[in-house]
């Protein structure tokens, strides 16, 4: 199987999430590289920027964060088991389905959280 490899060695950071199977479209990843919800070695990344072999890439998608170490840089998508090999993953655990559930939930007509209740919601979930 042949991995697209660019000459120089850097990929697009949208095309990249997407090949190694972080996002389901390389849409979905464009677009949260424009919402700020990717980020090259700490700065916040636009869908063209590149990145190179040893970057390390945060992407938060689907309810957590993906801390990824780039390994090789591949512009076309791959297969799952090879998609492993091209990052590292330093990603903390996804939560529980019980810490999940325990957080943000509201009894139904209760209406909108007062300042103290978002203030206390928000401390839940570690922001």
């Known amino acids: 199987m042949a991995e697209e490899v660019t000459e120089t060695g850097t990929v697009r950071v949208d095309a990249w999430i997407w090949s190694v199977r972080l996002t ?9 590289c424009r919402a ?3 980020k090259v070695n ?8 590149p990145v190179r072999a ?8 689907a309810g957590r964060e993906r801390i990824v170490v ?4 591949v512009s ?18 996804p939560p529980t389905p ?8 509201r009894d139904r007509g209760a209406g909108r959280p007062t300042k103290r209740e ?7 979930r570690g922001h």
Do not use: M, W, Y
């Open 118 to 124: 978002r203030r206390e919601i928000e401390s839940l």
């Open 54 to 61: 040893g970057d390390e890439v945060r992407l938060f998608h």
């Open 42 to 49: 700490g700065d916040r990344a636009k869908p063209a920027q």
């Open 98 to 105: 019980v810490e999940a559930a325990v957080v943000g939930i």
């Open 24 to 32: 389901k479209t390389r849409s979905t990843a464009a677009t949260a």
């Open 76 to 93: 076309k998508r791959v297969g799952a088991p090879v998609a492993a090999e091209c990052f590292i993953d330093n990603s903390p655990p």
């Open 36 to 38: 700020g919800h990717v």
């Open 70 to 73: 780039v390994r090789r840089p």
